[in-house]
Every structure is written in structure tokens, then in C-alpha cells.
């Protein structure tokens, strides 16, 4: 199974500033005949369930502020919120979808400082 | 507009079985893998199974966790998933969530709200 690290396991920023969340998989998720990584960011809000934000490492899902951003490629994956808003208050998760079973990783609470 | 919800959950005592539906909506049902997602109380997310679709003989997949006491199926006619879970245990506590998993790629686009399954004595 790919195990999926998250760090850190929660984070404050305050508004207006850079938030910064990491994940890690065990093995390389990119899948050379195609040159995608199959990761995907998830954010979900106390009470609701997990949306999408984020897929290929680095496609903003539609409707998905531009604030937003995923980048890394083969095991090493950030997740960056430009300017943290207070509705960005969540949990995010990394998910990979290279192979089965599906993996997540343990998430990381972002709150405001 | 897509619409996935849950139902069935409940207070179930070890041992026991319950079936949970998710009834589909807004888009063409029988196109798409469909996966159980659940999430035990304050904790992460873990992928429960897949059923793919008609073009792919409705195989199915679990997490070694369940394999072997839960079943997942589909009726495309009603646009329906479920989720028969057998041998219940304490452990399986948990919101459980139907998702849609994108027609092209694999990762899960849509989210229902979840039913909560309790297993308690």
C-alpha cells in the first residue's frame, strides 16, 4: 500500500498570509507513460463533507479560488493557500489515486492565528 | 446539478449487518466507478471500496480492512449504490460517504453529505 505522510498536523496563519501544507507518499505516484501525478488535494470544512480542490497534483478543480495551488511531482507534494481567507478554515487532505487501495494522507487542520 | 445521498445508517450491535444506500442524481450514473469513502469520529478518511462500472464489468475492490464482510453493488435502472456490511465491529464506527469517481480520471469529484453507522452494544 502507498502510505500518504501529511505535515504539519496542524497549522495557524494569520489572514492574509501564506499558508503551507506538505504530503509524502511512500512511492512515486507518477505514472511515466502519461507523465501525471495521481494526486489530489481535498478540504473539508467541520461538519461537511470533503471537496475537491485540487487534482494531477496541480489542476485547480472548477470554481476553486486561484489562491489555491498544488505543486510536486513522483513523492513530494505541497498544497499552498496564497492568502489564507477565514472560509479556508478546514481540514485538507492529500489523496493518492495511483493504484488500489486508495490512500489518504492523516490531514492537516488549518486554522487562523 | 450532481446529487448523491446516503442512507441506511444506524445503531448496529457487533455482529451485525446493515445496508446503506446512496441514491444518484444529475449525471449519467452507469458512466462512473462509484466508491465508499468512511471517517471514524475526529479522524482521517479511509477509502472503503469500488465498484466500476457496466464497460468495465461492475468488478469490485475493498480495503483489506472490510474485504470479506462488505459488498458493494449498483442498479444503474435506479441509479443506486449500496454498501451491505456484514460482522460488524466496533471499529467500523464511521461516516460513511458515497462518492463519484470522475469518468476519465480517478480521483473523486463528488461527495454525498454521509450517514453515520454506529456499532455498539
Known amino acids: 500500500d502507498i502510505v500518504m505522510t501529511q505535515s504539519p498536523d496542524s497549522l495557524a496563519v494569520s489572514l492574509g498570509e501564506r499558508a503551507t501544507i506538505n504530503c509524502k507518499s511512500s512511492q512515486s505516484v507518477l505514472y511515466s507513460s502519461n507523465n501525471k501525478n495521481y494526486l489530489a488535494w481535498y478540504q473539508q470544512k467541520p461538519g461537511q463533507p470533503p471537496k475537491l480542490l485540487v487534482y494531477w497534483a496541480s489542476t485547480r478543480e472548477s470554481g476553486v479560488p486561484d489562491r489555491f495551488s498544488g505543486s510536486g511531482s513522483g513523492t513530494d507534494f505541497t498544497l499552498t493557500i496564497s492568502s489564507l481567507q477565514a472560509e479556508d478554515v478546514a481540514v485538507y487532505y492529500c489523496?493518492?489515486?495511483?493504484?488500489?487501495?486508495?490512500?489518504f494522507g492523516g490531514g492537516t487542520k488549518v486554522e487562523i492565528k | 446539478e450532481v446529487q448523491l445521498v446516503e442512507s441506511g445508517g444506524g445503531l448496529v450491535q457487533p455482529g451485525g449487518s446493515l445496508r446503506l444506500s446512496c441514491a444518484a442524481s444529475?449525471?449519467?450514473?452507469?458512466?462512473?466507478?462509484m466508491d465508499w469513502v468512511r471517517q471514524a469520529p475526529g479522524k482521517g478518511l479511509e477509502w472503503v471500496g469500488r465498484?466500476?462500472?457496466?464497460?468495465?464489468?461492475?468488478?469490485?475492490e475493498y480495503a483489506a480492512s472490510v474485504k470479506g464482510r462488505f459488498t458493494i453493488s449498483r442498479d444503474d435502472s435506479k441509479n443506486s449504490l449500496y454498501l451491505q456490511m456484514n460482522s460488524l465491529k466496533t471499529e467500523d464506527t464511521a461516516v460513511y460517504y458515497c462518492?463519484?469517481?470522475?469518468?476519465?480520471?480517478?480521483?473523486?469529484?463528488?461527495w454525498g453529505q454521509g450517514t453515520l453507522v454506529t456499532v455498539s452494544s
Open positions: 465498484t466500476r462500472n457496466k464497460a468495465d464489468s461492475y468488478t469490485t
Open positions: 489523496q493518492q489515486y495511483y493504484n488500489i487501495p486508495l490512500t
Open positions: 462518492t463519484r469517481v470522475d469518468s476519465s480520471d480517478w480521483y473523486f469529484d463528488y
Open positions: 444529475g449525471f449519467t450514473f452507469s458512466d462512473h466507478y
